[in-house]
């Protein structure tokens, strides 16, 4: 129920290509999308996130793509880049209680785009 | 930019030793987590803490586990007799929003602890 399902596990993608990577879940107490950035040795980064009233966000060449009724998202990272390569995780949040919000994260999707 | 800074960056241990993670949150934030991510696999909730108690936590924060916010700044985390299982990486996340459109979680870089 709190799991957050991601895939593919690895992707490598041609510079100037889209990356495309998919979430899906079964809870539907999550109420916020995150997706978050990881480069080696470094702490997760929010990287673009997403209410389920709406269908899809997009900020500068990152989309996220949402649909409520098959409890999937996605990210879509047009004209990826070098820069880009790092693990991306899908996360959803619920409200736990008493003001706090839990993060659930799916198991990561390592991006490698080369030149 | 204000970061979370988390110390010591890595920590070994013998099995059975307690240690002592320590976090630096986002100076007006309120809301502190921990995580841990076992290394290939996905980053997991431990701990959620605010007004100076646990607000949330999961099944892998046992008995072995405590936080606490000593101070104005500080927050850690406490495991009291490691196991080989407790090795991770170990982050730190604050927020300054109970609102869920504004519950940023702002990470640190992590504490890889390893027990031997």
């Known amino acids: 129920q709190q799991q957050v399902k991601q895939s593919p596990q690895s992707l490598i993608v041609q510079k100037g290509g889209i990356s495309i990577i998919n979430c899906a879940y079964e809870?539907?107490?999550?109420?916020?999308f995150p997706w978050y950035q990881q480069f080696p040795g470094k702490g997760p980064a929010l990287l673009i996130a997403?209410?389920?009233?709406?269908s899809e966000k997009k900020e500068g060449r990152f989309t996220i793509s949402f649909n409520k009724s098959a409890k999937q998202f996605s990210l879509h990272i047009m004209d990826s880049q070098p820069g880009d390569s790092a693990t991306y995780f899908c996360?959803?949040?619920?409200?736990?209680?008493?003001?706090?919000?839990?993060?659930?994260f799916g198991k990561g999707t390592k991006l490698s785009v080369i030149p | 930019e204000p970061e979370v800074t988390q110390t010591p960056s890595h920590q070994v241990t013998q099995m059975g030793q307690e240690v002592i993670l320590r976090c630096v949150p986002i100076?007006?934030?309120?809301?502190f987590y921990w995580y841990r991510q076992i290394l290939g696999q996905k980053v997991e909730f431990l701990v959620s803490?605010?007004?100076?108690?646990?607000?949330?936590k999961s099944e892998i924060f046992d008995d072995q586990f405590s936080v606490e916010r000593p101070d104005g700044s500080n927050f850690t985390l406490k495991i009291r007799s490691t196991k080989l299982e407790d090795s991770a990486m170990y982050f730190c996340?604050?927020?300054?929003?109970?609102?869920?459109?504004?519950?940023?979680?702002?990470f640190g870089a992590g504490t890889r602890l390893s027990v031997l």
């Open positions: 996340a604050s927020s300054d929003s109970g609102f869920l459109a504004k519950n940023i979680q702002y």
């Open positions: 809870n539907t107490a999550f109420d916020y």
């Open positions: 997403i209410r389920p009233d709406v």
């Open positions: 996360a959803a949040i619920n409200y736990s209680g008493a003001g706090s919000y839990q993060l659930t």
């Open positions: 100076s007006n934030h309120l809301y």
């Open positions: 803490f605010y007004n100076n108690e646990i607000s949330e």
